[in-house]
């Protein structure tokens, strides 16, 4: 018994009360009719020539069609129903409920006895290895190929220390000799000037840097054309050259530096 069937009962109750006060004023009514000895036909428990009132409309609605629709709509075992409380769903990936579920890869997975199988077939392998040696060079022939790679072999020609000498002319030995002296005496010069901390090594610096441009054109460029004439194997100016390329990168680096700092 809950507050369902109490209201259910309220209602039922009124009802009949409903009824039993309508049923009253209506005999009150004819009675009154008879007593002036005046009938007044109804059609339907309504006055002809009037409208029905809300008594009259309870009248011609039995209450026992009112019970059976009661009963239809409202039952003594259905009750209230409880307010379920709200669960918190905490979630540990959200990536998983978002997207949906991700598909299972395809992964095997090794187990100890297929670690323990390959062993097995590894050292099986290695106890019935045995060296093949039909691709490898006889002694004769090794020898022969070990003499032609030698120094003064047939596969080194031009490569020793005293054929170039024989090849370089002695004139042209002694301008590369004094281009190198007179070249490393002027890198000596510019690269005592690093780090540039005063004013004057900033102009000393860019002195030096001049200087090795004019050496460049007109000793090194010279000489290394004049020597390209003879065809020799080995370019005799590339050291040098490779040592103007490091001085020119430095004071390039310098100046860079510099105009960053001013601005």
């Known amino acids: 018994f809950n507050h369902h069937s109490t209201m259910v009962l309220k209602a039922c109750t009124k009802n009949s009360q409903n009824a039993q006060s309508s049923s009253a004023a209506d005999n009150s009514v004819q009675s009154s009719d ?48 409880k307010s379920k409380k709200n669960v918190n769903l905490h979630l540990h990936k959200m990536e998983g409920y978002l997207h949906g579920p991700t598909p299972l890869m395809m992964s095997r997975y090794t187990t100890s006895e297929d670690l323990v199988q390959s062993s097995e077939s590894v050292m099986q392998d290695v106890y019935q290895w045995s060296p093949d040696l039909s691709n490898v060079l006889s002694g004769s022939q090794a020898i022969v190929i070990l003499s032609e790679l030698s120094p003064g072999g047939a596969l080194m020609k031009g490569t020793s220390h005293q054929e170039l000498n024989q090849i370089v002319p002695p004139d042209v030995q002694e301008e590369v000799k004094a281009n190198y002296s007179a070249l490393l005496e002027l890198l000596r ?64 680096m310098w100046q860079s530096r510099k105009s960053t700092v001013k601005r």
């Open 189 to 252: 010069h510019f690269w005592t000037c690093f780090p540039v901390s005063s004013k004057s090594l900033e102009e000393k610096v860019v002195k030096m840097k001049s200087t090795l441009e004019r050496f460049q054109m007109a000793k090194l460029i010279p000489l290394k054309e004049r020597l390209q004439e003879y065809h020799y194997t080995v370019n005799l100016t590339s050291h040098m050259e490779e040592l103007l390329a490091a001085a020119n990168r430095k004071f390039d």
């Open 34 to 81: 008879t007593q002036n000895g005046e009938v007044t036909p109804k059609v339907n428990g309504v006055v002809n020539g009037e409208q029905g009132s809300s008594t009259s409309k309870e009248y011609w609605e039995p209450l026992a069609k009112k019970q059976k629709m009661q009963e239809k709509i409202h039952m003594d075992d259905l009750g209230d129903l």
